[in-house]
């Protein structure tokens, strides 16, 4: 869904741009949309950059500084696509300044408060699954019995390595095999010791079990057991589990 609004996002931009460069900057129709989507493509691409630095970026003006600099580097980068079109696009494009910084600013204000509510809102999500654990994690289990044809298996908690969703059931894996469990996730969830992580809607990790965590893709983690077993994390989940091993 985000990334849908991201792309609906650049499109409404580069129109709105070439709107104002046909209207404003004295170009002709097609070179308006050359110009407009070169500028949208740069600042687009160091809008999404900016996030891996963002965190870094405490103090006010460093984010000022950081929105110049994109500007300048969004500005250099059209300059260079429009003086591929000829002498005249090139002499527009400097007349066409001033309205590139001004919108270019504008859009990277809109993205800065974009991000500012995207990870506030991420924030009160993690704050708010946080205390509904906290209040709903009363009756801590230390085994699950679990029923095997005839037979009923107790599995101790601290046997286990992981929980995976398998529909209305879990499958429970242990050191020595996995066991089928008619019981939903959000229990395992609630009532399991501390240890336990959910890093993703389909798993719930033992903590304890885990040697490494490292980066698979831009929002997906991989997690190693010690036992060779790697696990798919999300970016939540990644955030809990930090939390959980105090990192």
């Not at 590139?100 to 204000?109: E, I, P």
């Not at 965590?213 to 999300?234: C, F, H, M, R, V």
Request: hydrophobic share 45%.
């Amino acid at each position: 869904m985000q990334k849908l609004s991201g792309v609906a996002a650049i499109v409404i931009i580069a129109a709105i741009l070439w709107l104002l460069l046909f209207l404003y900057g004295n170009l002709s129709l097609y070179g308006a949309l050359g110009e407009s989507i070169a500028y949208t493509i740069i600042l687009a691409v160091s809008g999404f950059l900016y996030q891996y630095i963002r965190d870094y970026l405490k103090a006010l003006q460093a984010k000022i500084v950081v929105a110049l600099v994109v500007q300048l580097i969004t500005l250099a980068g059209t300059f260079a696509l429009t003086s591929l079109m000829g002498q005249e696009a090139h002499a527009l494009f400097s007349s066409n300044i001033v309205l590139h910084l001004v919108f270019g600013l504008l859009c990277w204000t809109i993205i800065e408060l974009w991000y500012y509510n995207y990870i506030k809102e991420d924030a009160s999500e993690d704050c708010m699954k946080d205390s509904v654990n906290a209040s709903e994690k009363s009756d801590i289990i230390d085994h699950i019995p679990v029923k095997e044809g005839s037979q009923i298996n107790i599995v101790r908690v601290e046997e286990l390595q992981y929980i995976q969703a398998y529909g209305d059931y879990v499958f429970l894996f242990t050191d020595t095999g996995k066991h089928l469990k008619e019981q939903t996730m959000k229990y395992f969830e609630m009532h399991l010791p501390p240890t336990f992580v959910r890093i993703h809607r389909s798993s719930i990790v033992n903590s304890s079990k885990i040697i490494r965590a490292e980066l698979y893709g831009k929002e997906s983690y991989n997690i190693q057991l010690k036992s060779g077993i790697t696990l798919k994390a999300s970016t939540t989940g990644y955030k809990l589990l930090k939390e959980k091993l105090s990192l």
